[in-house]
């Protein structure tokens, strides 16, 4: 079946402190992963996909496919993070990119 | 920028009735989706759409049915709304495989 796991609902960290926030996900073939922010108040919208490879707002995340993860990575987190944070797998193929979302991860970063 | 408009931010109904939450967007995108989020549960598929007039089930598609008429509309019909569809509605949409999702800001729909 297709998962996609966020264990954290929420992760509270200090201002200036590493953040990961976990994601793994089950699926037999070559997802695509995406991690999406929702910011209060705010639509939710794309972060970065791991396609792409870059980093964006200091945020990076690699796909391991031998540990079935793609785990969202700052080294220093801001105030201005704060936000619910989604792990997204799109299978792929077929005639559209339907997403399966993890339940999410509300990060706290505290001054 | 893709804009994706959700009629309605806020909306409260009564049990048994018919209600319609409209999605628009402007870039001529294939690909809409009705999803609904919930505390704890995340983002759920209720119905997705890849062509006018072409609809396909999600993951929680029971009590909900959807319309596209025109490429630029999807429209989330709850033809008998009851109290456990009271959550956040989001619709979003995508030109293709290869693109991302572009979210709306939500209709928050509560069923008394």
């Known amino acids: 079946a297709q998962r996609v796991t966020q264990p954290e609902k929420l992760l509270s960290v200090f201002k200036g402190a590493p953040v990961e926030l976990k994601c793994n996900y089950s699926y037999s073939g070559s997802p695509e992963l995406f991690w999406y922010v929702q910011y209060s108040r705010q639509r939710l919208q794309l972060l970065l996909r791991h396609i792409s490879r870059e980093s964006i707002k200091g945020f990076t995340a690699d796909l391991n496919k031998g540990e079935t993860s793609f785990h969202l990575k700052k080294p220093f987190a801001q105030e201005e993070d704060s936000a619910m944070y989604y792990c997204?797998?799109?299978?792929?193929?077929?005639?559209?990119?339907?997403?399966?979302f993890g339940t999410g991860t509300l990060l706290a970063v505290q001054p | 920028d893709v804009k994706v408009t959700q009629s309605s931010r806020y909306l409260v109904k009564r049990t048994g009735e018919k209600v319609f939450l409209e999605c628009v967007q402007d870039m001529d995108h294939e690909n809409m989706f009705w999803y609904r989020q919930d505390p704890g549960l995340g983002l759920r598929l209720i119905y997705f759409?890849?062509?006018?007039?072409?609809?396909e089930k999600g993951d929680i598609p029971e009590g909900y049915s959807v319309s596209r008429e025109k490429k630029e509309r999807f429209s989330l019909i709850l033809e008998s709304a009851s109290t456990n569809q009271t959550s956040m509605y989001l619709c979003a949409s995508s030109s293709s495989l290869v693109r991302p999702q572009h979210f709306g800001d939500g209709t928050r729909l509560s069923i008394l």
């Open positions: 997204a797998l799109s299978p792929g193929g077929g005639a559209t990119n339907k997403l399966i």
């Open positions: 759409s890849y062509d006018v007039k072409m609809k």
